[in-house]
């Protein structure tokens, strides 16, 4: 069966640098664009970043851009997030999740797949 395993998430104070890793396994993990959710407590959910089969061509939303970075690995099924400069308004629920074109959808119903979250906390 399908499993996207999200870890690497923790608690860390604002400015600080943190890498999310999602492991996937029951597909053909290459074939699909893949794409990262996040969710806070009292908020909506909101898409972050995208990258498509290859990797090599990623997309942002606005409140990360230049801060993420989201990178794959094909060859180990294991797609990232490194994320920098972090705030507290950076603090959710993380979810990777599958999709067979770029995507950037809010509500994760709209994907394939997506997995259990990792918790990322960033509070002073």
């Known amino acids: 069966q399908v499993q996207l395993v999200e870890s690497g998430g923790g608690l860390l104070q604002p400015g600080g640098s943190l890498t999310l890793s999602c492991a996937a396994s029951?597909?053909?993990?290459?074939?699909?664009?893949m794409s990262w959710v996040r969710q806070a407590p009292g908020n909506g959910p909101e898409w972050v970043p995208s990258?498509?089969?290859?990797?090599?061509?990623?997309r942002y939303a606005d409140s990360v851009k230049g801060r993420f970075t989201i990178s794959r690995d094909n060859a180990e099924n294991t797609l990232y997030l490194q994320m920098n400069n972090l705030k507290p308004e950076d603090t959710a629920l993380y979810y990777c999740?599958?999709?067979?074109?770029?995507?950037?959808?809010?509500?994760?119903?709209?994907?394939?797949?997506w997995g259990q979250g990792t918790q990322v906390t960033v509070s002073s």
């Open positions: 999740a599958t999709s067979n074109l770029f995507m950037a959808a809010n509500e994760l119903r709209d994907y394939d797949y």
């Open positions: 029951g597909f053909n993990f290459g074939h699909y664009f």
């Open positions: 990258i498509n089969t290859r990797g090599d061509s990623a």
